[in-house]
């Protein structure tokens, strides 16, 4: 029962623990809360005080300087409810239901004029051209013949330039009567202007296009209007405004005959959202109204509006104030939010967040000290038990060894070996004994090297064939200790001449630590083979054997310190669990790799990849 106690402890002490942290903060955040509920209402009720005083100021002095600031760079008129400038003109030509006599004159003139262009023409062919172009007929279809007489002209004109006379009639064209053939002149044009007139017809059609959207909306108005529109991925604020005197009226006679009504001549600008919002901030800016830096300043018109400051979220902002104002004729309103409601409750909040603060730092420094001690206790258990299997299993390969040198030595000593032949068995034993504590003393300090930091390499041209079996032979009393045949295949041609710069020493030894490691894990009456190949600019040092084979899932953990495959307790194979992460240290300081390849029941094969 007392153990059991012991061991719920440590529990129970941590949920007082959190028990006593989370209680003040409940505490203190009710208070915070309840001090917040008291002070929003006031601290909104003063901002919105301030601001009713300021919206009207604002909205005055910001419709003065604006006024100044809007210019607007594209423009109209509609007379007569038509577009009258830019010049308005049919997408497709409309046929004419009876050409006068003028335009049968003007056809004809324009059928010789063709049937000339199909002869050589003359020098003064050009100028014959541009003389008919000042013709006002159309074809049957309805195309212009000005616009058809020029584009002949443009096509025989000569190359280097556009006569002057064929360029003044362009410009007008552009301006007074552009019809659908006005592109495929732009697209014949030629010349240091060409670019210019292309230029003014872009302005000039996208002025048009935003015209046309304009003028059904102005049906039936006398008012000056804003209209936000949108054209080609852009949004346009369109100032209408209608003529105010007798000379921008136009009287006609309503087709009753009863009376006369008077359509107003509207004048339409037009000025590109980016612009509109430029000029609008820069009037803010030279209003000089102070307003508080947690406000935020919006501006309606034409049913839209403009954040003419940073609103963070003004969707869910409350209103403070508003004001009307004017920019020239055109109505706006003026709003002011809470564009910062950190600033505008920073009184009560430093308050509230300074006692929340101090709570979860405390609380955040008792967490992350069980989590240390936690993570400290536990990182100690694993060491120790780390430690605890590295030192069983060192003195478990040392024990061996050491047992059986002692009793053969003890054996000589005493005489009891008599014959010749059983004694040279007994020295060569003790040998093989006395090697492979070399090597598990060897494997040991290069450990500790490695874990120190100290390890280093000497490197050296090596000669791998030789390396190999070197290694081989070093390993072949083992490997018939325990009935297991070792061999070295036959390396392919052009290897034995290469002369990689390795660290001899530490390269044997890792060959002879995967050696040693196949030779543990295969049966009796196996086969280990050692190979050396060629791959690309790297040399592989391959180790293959018939064992019991390493499963997928296994075979990343195998190369890290003290792991080894298997329980501990059964002892399946001889290890301290050193040798295969010396190898990959051994691999990596060479700038190569470990590799192993293995299933489970085909055997592994293990490679040291360097290069060379």
Known sequence: MGAMKSRRWPDSALLWQAALVILPVAILSAVALYSLRQDKASIEQEARSRASELAPELARRLGEHAA???????????????????????????????????????????????????????????????????TGAHTESGAPLRDLAMLLALRHAKPGGMPAALMAELKLDIRGAPSFLTPELLQAAYGPEAGDLKAMWDVQEETLGLMRQVRPLLFGRWDPREIWLWQGGQAFLAWCNPGTGANNFSTVRRTDGFARVQIPVWTVGFMPLQQFDQAMRNALRESRVQIPSYAGVVLRTGGWWRELSGIADLAHAPLLASAPGHLGVYPITIELYPADPKKLYSAYRQRLWLTAGLILTA????????????????????????????????????????????????????????????????????????????????????????????????????????????????????????????????????????????????????????????????????????????????????????????AKEEQARIFDLFYRHGSELRRETQGAGIGLSIVKHVAEAHGGRAIVESAPGEGSRFALELPV
Request: hydrophobic share 45%.
């Open 68 to 134: 100044e600031l809007l210019k607007a760079p594209m423009g109209g008129m509609i007379q007569y409810g038509r577009i009258t400038s830019p010049v308005d003109y049919p997408a497709m030509p409309e046929p004419e239901e009876k050409l006068t006599a003028a335009d049968v004159e003007a056809n004809a003139s324009w059928e010789r004029l063709v049937s000339l262009a199909k002869e050589p023409v003359s020098p003064n062919f050009v100028q014959r051209c541009i003389d008919f172009s000042r």
């Open 363 to 550: 609380a955040m420094a008792a967490m992350a000290g069980l989590a240390g001690l936690w993570r400290n206790t536990r990182r100690q258990a694993m060491l120790s038990e780390m430690k605890s299997n590295f030192v069983s299993s060192v003195s478990h390969e040392l024990r061996a060894p050491i047992a059986a040198v002692r009793l053969m030595a003890e054996s000589l000593d005493r005489g009891t070996v008599a014959e010749e032949s059983k004694r040279k068995d007994y020295f060569r034993l003790i040998v093989q004994e006395c090697r492979r504590l070399s090597s598990l003393v060897e494997n040991v300090l290069d450990f500790s090297r490695i874990d120190q930091g100290r390890k280093q390499y000497n490197f050296e041209p090596v000669e791998p064939v030789a390396l190999a079996r070197q290694a081989v032979a070093l390993m072949e009393p083992c490997a018939a200790e325990r009935q297991v045949t070792l061999t070295l295949a036959e390396p392919a041609a052009g290897v034995e001449e290469l002369r990689p710069r390795w660290d001899e020493h530490a390269v044997e030894q890792s060959l002879v630590n995967l050696i040693d490691n196949a030779i543990k894990h295969s049966p009796a009456g196996a086969e280990v083979r050692v190979a050396i190949k060629l791959t690309g600019a790297t040399l592989r040092l391959w180790v293959e054997d018939h064992g019991e084979g390493i």
